[in-house]
């Protein structure tokens, strides 16, 4: 099964990717500004991106950015948003350099992992999983970046 290759408490390693029309998402320019629940899907289901979308401005809300990379194409990614109306951003990275960073995993190995950091960038939660079904409810994401805020309200309240 795949394993995390972070600590917790750590900070996240900084990524950046192609987005939609050619933008770059750099998970920097997130620092002092936005907490991160950031998903790494191998497969990104459909179903669970619409829930993400569904609670993603409840997610917004809470000082948190939503990201989702999974190891597609940028064409790909492209038509998953087109079809579905997505309103956060998913991420193509097809030769997994960035998933790289944060899950050690073997060749076509399904995996599903969610990251949520403070706005400094320090991870609080991590959760890895063989399915996206077996990752945290949307409920339990809130109450996580809820527990973060808590814990520091310059963190959270941004």
């Known amino acids: ?3 995390s290759l972070l600590q917790d408490r750590c900070v996240i390693p900084s990524f950046s990717l ?3 029309e050619g933008k770059v998402f750099d998970s920097y320019e997130l620092r002092r500004r ?3 629940a950031l ?3 191998s497969d990104p289901l459909t179903d669970l ?3 993400i979308d569904e609670a993603h401005e409840a997610l917004r809300s809470q000082n948190a950015e939503v990201v989702v990379v999974c190891p597609r194409c940028a064409e790909e990614v492209e038509k998953i948003h087109l079809k579905n109306r997505i309103s956060f951003r998913v991420l ?3 030769d997994g350099r960035v998933i790289d ?3 050690a995993r ?3 190995e399904s995996f599903a992992a969610l990251f949520i950091t403070d706005k400094f960038g320090d991870l609080f939660f991590q959760y890895l999983a063989g399915s996206p079904q077996e990752l945290p409810t949307l409920e339990e994401v809130g109450r996580a970046l809820m527990f973060i805020e808590s814990q520091c309200p310059e963190c959270g309240g941004g």
């Open 106 to 108: 073997g060749p076509g």
């Open 18 to 20: 192609a987005g939609r």
């Open 92 to 94: 193509s990275d097809p």
């Open 34 to 36: 936005r907490n991160l």
């Open 49 to 51: 991106l619409l829930r």
């Open 39 to 41: 998903f790494l899907l």
């Open 1 to 3: 099964m795949a394993r």
């Open 101 to 103: 960073k944060f899950v």
